[in-house]
Every structure is written in structure tokens, then in C-alpha cells.
């Protein structure tokens, strides 16, 4: 006996859909000076703290050749004229922003290498980057890719590799770095959101540089990764010897630099890669704390 039932048609399963890519970011239309505000280590800040830093960053890449090896190499009456350029979009009254506005500039203009590298040099998919970046010019971006290739630029670039390796603890603070998330962190703190050890380290700057590092498990809440947890126990650790009185801290010193170890030139972790130890770590002078241990010794030999 014949099946007079239909058969059944296939459920057409739904296609997944395909990620757009990453676009460059436009030049905004300015009709009249916009405003950004500064804290009091220099970092633009507030409502228009990434709009800011977007608009340096396209600025940089249509005034600034990529030809110059490095931003020393950029002649200095460019980079003048891109301090008055953005100085006037931005309504800057104050020249002492200069020095960090630039420094903004440098940082936007070596990412935008670093990517102009890596997404259409290196990897040669199928966007072309003089139709995304309609600013670069063909002779510029051939003088580019022929110095990328040299010898010596890869030399460097397999020295920054290795070193780059070598961060075992890198940031998640994203584009809005650690003065973006702090507001977010204190209503955490606030909150009582945190694990219970954390309330036990009584230094901000050392607080900070925990919750820059945590990651997000499976359910996507934040949490100390692995590799964090010695630090953190350490750091606890200290904390309570500073507490108890069983550990003075030098001048020079704080929380962080005693459990991890001291802070490099020119940087402060925890604050900025572009803030250097006497803004980052107000107080904490290294060049007393080196007179002070000297004065120490020499009341120890007289003793």
C-alpha cells in the first residue's frame, strides 16, 4: 500500500551571519570647535575623551607621511602644524597640552602602521588600503611595505615580538584605559560586587591594576585569571605586613612597586603607558628615596 502522505520538506537551516569588517575611522565634520576636558595628569577625559582620540588618530594619518621610520624622524614643523590643527578643533587654549596631545598623535600614528602592516602588507587579503585610507598615497605605501621588508626592520620586529611575549599580565581596559574604567570599578567597589580579598588591598593604584587585569569566564562575569592570583596574593600579603607595622615602606615605594617590583622609565603601571613615575606617582619621588637610603647607610656606619 502507497504512502499518500507528503513528504516532508528540509528545514533550510540559517545561514550564520558574516562579520563585517572593521572600517577606518572618518575625519569628523567639524563646523565649530569642539571641547574636551583633562585631568590632572594631562589624559583627555570625559564625554569626549574617545571621540578625541579618534579624531588625533585621522588627523595624524592624513598630516603625518608614513614613510618616517619613527616619530623622531617626523620634521618638526609637521608636527607643529598638527598640534595648531587639532589645537583649534578642539578649542585648546592651553600650549602645556601640547607635549601630551602629540604623544596621543605618535601612539595613533604606530597603531596605524602596526595595522596597515598586518591587515593588508602582511596578510594581503582582499581589501585594498588605498580605498580605505583615501588620504595614502600610492609612492608612500610602496616606500612602506619596501622598508617593512628590509632586514633590519625585521630584526626589530622579532625583538618586540619576543618582548611582547614576555606580558603575561596584559590589560583589558580596552580603548577607554584605566581613566575610562574607573568609574565603572567604583560602583563595583561600591556595590560590594568584588571578591571579598580584594577589599583587603587598601592601595587604589594596586587595586587597579587587578581589576585591569581580570578576564570573563564562560557566563561572562569577571574574573582573577589564574595567572593573577600570586600577584594578588602578594599583594595581599604586603598589605598586611604594612597594616601590622612589620614592613616600612622606603620613599620611592608603594603597595605595587614593593609586591611586583619597581616601576620603569617613563610609564606607571596602574596609571598610564604614557605618564611617567613623578606624575603617576605623586609623592613617591625615586630620587629621595635613593638620598634617603643614602642618609640611612651613613647613620648606620656611624652607629
Same mark, same amino acid.
Given at each position: 500500500?502507497?504512502?499518500?502522505?507528503?513528504?516532508?520538506?528540509?528545514?533550510?537551516?540559517?545561514?550564520?551571519?558574516?562579520?563585517?569588517?572593521?572600517?577606518?575611522?572618518?575625519?569628523?565634520?567639524?563646523?565649530?570647535?569642539?571641547?574636551?576636558?583633562?585631568?590632572?595628569?594631562?589624559?583627555?577625559?570625559?564625554?569626549?575623551?574617545?571621540?578625541?582620540?579618534?579624531?588625533?588618530?585621522?588627523?595624524?594619518?592624513?598630516?603625518?607621511?608614513?614613510?618616517?621610520?619613527?616619530?623622531?624622524?617626523?620634521?618638526?614643523?609637521?608636527?607643529?602644524?598638527?598640534?595648531?590643527?587639532?589645537?583649534?578643533?578642539?578649542? #585648546?587654549?592651553? %600650549?602645556?597640552?601640547?607635549? !601630551? +596631545? /602629540?604623544?596621543?598623535?605618535?601612539?595613533?600614528?604606530?597603531?596605524? &602602521?602596526?595595522?596597515?602592516?598586518?591587515?593588508?602588507?602582511?596578510?594581503?587579503?582582499?581589501?585594498?588600503?588605498?580605498?580605505?585610507?583615501?588620504?595614502?598615497?600610492?609612492?608612500?605605501?610602496?616606500?612602506?611595505?619596501?622598508?617593512?621588508?628590509?632586514?633590519?626592520?625585521?630584526?626589530?620586529?622579532?625583538?618586540?615580538?619576543?618582548?611582547?611575549?614576555?606580558?603575561?599580565?596584559?590589560?583589558?581596559?580596552?580603548?577607554?584605559?584605566?581613566?575610562?574604567?574607573?568609574?565603572?570599578?567604583?560602583?563595583?567597589?561600591?556595590?560590594?560586587?568584588?571578591?571579598?580579598?580584594?577589599?583587603? #588591598?587598601?592601595? %587604589?593604584?594596586?587595586?587597579? !591594576? +587587578? /581589576?585591569?587585569?581580570?578576564?570573563?569566564?564562560?557566563?561572562?562575569? &569577571?574574573?582573577?585569571?589564574?595567572?593573577?592570583?600570586?600577584?594578588?596574593?602578594?599583594?595581599?600579603?604586603?598589605?598586611?605586613?604594612?597594616?601590622?607595622?612589620?614592613?616600612?615602606?622606603?620613599?620611592?615605594?608603594?603597595?605595587?612597586?614593593?609586591?611586583?617590583?619597581?616601576?620603569?622609565?617613563?610609564?606607571?603601571?596602574?596609571?598610564?603607558?604614557?605618564?611617567?613615575?613623578?606624575?603617576?606617582?605623586?609623592?613617591?619621588?625615586?630620587?629621595?628615596?635613593?638620598?634617603?637610603?643614602?642618609?640611612?647607610?651613613?647613620?648606620?656606619?656611624?652607629?
Amino acid at each position: 500500500m502507497m504512502n499518500d502522505q507528503p513528504k516532508q520538506q528540509p528545514v533550510p537551516q540559517p545561514q550564520p551571519q558574516r562579520r563585517k569588517k572593521r572600517t577606518a575611522t572618518r575625519l569628523m565634520d567639524i563646523t565649530e570647535p569642539q571641547e574636551v576636558q583633562f585631568n590632572s595628569l594631562g589624559h583627555h577625559c570625559g564625554d569626549n575623551q574617545n571621540k578625541f582620540a579618534n579624531d588625533c588618530g585621522v588627523v595624524t594619518r592624513k598630516l603625518i607621511f608614513i614613510e618616517y621610520p619613527t616619530w623622531k624622524k617626523v620634521p618638526t614643523n609637521e608636527k607643529e602644524n598638527l598640534w595648531l590643527t587639532i589645537k583649534k578643533r578642539w578649542n #585648546i587654549h592651553d %600650549e602645556k597640552r601640547k607635549a !601630551y +596631545v /602629540l604623544m596621543t598623535c605618535n601612539h595613533k600614528w604606530r597603531s596605524y &602602521k602596526k595595522r596597515l602592516k598586518k591587515n593588508f602588507l602582511v596578510n594581503e587579503n582582499e581589501r585594498n588600503p588605498l580605498e580605505t585610507y583615501s588620504y595614502l598615497e600610492k609612492t608612500a605605501l610602496q616606500k612602506f611595505k619596501i622598508r617593512i621588508s628590509s632586514k633590519e626592520f625585521q630584526d626589530i620586529s622579532e625583538k618586540a615580538r619576543m618582548s611582547s611575549m614576555c606580558n603575561t599580565n596584559p590589560t583589558r581596559v580596552g580603548p577607554h584605559g584605566y581613566r575610562g574604567n574607573k568609574p565603572k570599578w567604583e560602583q563595583e567597589k561600591a556595590s560590594s560586587e568584588l571578591p571579598s580579598q580584594l577589599y583587603d #588591598i587598601k592601595s %587604589e593604584r594596586s587595586l587597579d !591594576y +587587578v /581589576l585591569a587585569r581580570r578576564s570573563k569566564n564562560e557566563s561572562g562575569s &569577571k574574573i582573577i585569571p589564574p595567572n593573577m592570583e600570586p600577584i594578588v596574593k602578594k599583594l595581599i600579603d604586603v598589605q598586611k605586613e604594612i597594616s601590622e607595622g612589620d614592613l616600612l615602606l622606603s620613599p620611592g615605594e608603594d603597595l605595587l612597586t614593593k609586591a611586583i617590583g619597581p616601576e620603569h622609565p617613563g610609564r606607571t603601571r596602574a596609571v598610564g603607558h604614557d605618564i611617567g613615575l613623578r606624575k603617576g606617582m605623586q609623592g613617591l619621588d625615586k630620587k629621595k628615596g635613593k638620598s634617603w637610603t643614602k642618609k640611612l647607610l651613613v647613620r648606620c656606619r656611624c652607629s
